[in-house]
């Protein structure tokens, strides 16, 4: 039987750079049970910039905490959405996980996968990814829940 581990004292804000497959693995995992509006995803084409703003569920301070994140994407080519509501821009989206599938190397297609079976894609140059927390974190009563 796995154990909980209990975080000793507080853990600082997250600030990830993901350079390959694994490290947005990283990411991937730091993610899980994000929430974000429609409204808070900007994709800057000529700057080939994806950034979004979530509500991040704090796994590694053991659960009971959000705190306020942004995701950027640098060297996005082409960014799409399927089965994603566009409207209202305050509709939410969860994120279940965050993958890179490799293409013409160094470049290749990062997928933003949803509840509800949707996702977010960024076709990519290269993998160049930050996650970094903007806010202190604050209690939520709810963890969020994942059926067998």
Same mark, same amino acid.
């Given at each position: 039987?796995?154990?909980?581990?209990?975080?000793?004292?507080?853990?600082?804000?997250?600030?990830?750079?993901?350079?390959?497959?694994?490290?947005?693995?990283?990411?991937?995992?730091?993610?899980?049970?994000?929430?974000?509006?429609?409204?808070?995803?900007?994709?800057?084409?000529?700057?080939?910039?994806?950034?979004?703003?979530?509500?991040?569920?704090?796994?590694?301070? $053991?659960?009971?905490?959000?705190?306020?994140?942004?995701?950027?994407?640098?060297?996005?080519?082409?960014?799409?959405?399927?089965?994603?509501?566009?409207?209202?821009?305050?509709?939410?989206?969860?994120?279940?996980?965050?993958?890179?599938?490799?293409?013409?190397?160094?470049?290749?297609?990062?997928?933003?996968?949803?509840?509800? $079976?949707?996702?977010?894609?960024?076709?990519?140059?290269?993998?160049?990814?930050?996650?970094?927390?903007?806010?202190?974190?604050?209690?939520?009563?709810?963890?969020?829940?994942?059926?067998?």
């Amino acid at each position: 039987m796995a154990k909980k581990i209990e975080p000793k004292g507080k853990i600082g804000p997250l600030r990830l750079l993901a350079q390959d497959a694994d490290d947005l693995a990283i990411i991937s995992a730091a993610m899980q049970d994000a929430v974000a509006k429609l409204g808070d995803i900007i994709y800057e084409p000529k700057a080939r910039l994806l950034t979004i703003a979530f509500n991040r569920y704090c796994w590694e301070a $053991g659960g009971s905490e959000r705190v306020r994140s942004a995701l950027q994407l640098g060297g996005v080519m082409k960014f799409q959405t399927r089965k994603i509501r566009r409207a209202p821009r305050d509709a939410v989206i969860e994120v279940l996980a965050v993958r890179f599938e490799a293409g013409e190397a160094p470049g290749g297609m990062i997928t933003i996968s949803c509840a509800g $079976g949707g996702d977010l894609r960024a076709a990519v140059e290269c993998v160049d990814a930050v996650l970094a927390d903007v806010s202190e974190p604050w209690p939520t009563p709810r963890a969020p829940a994942h059926g067998e």
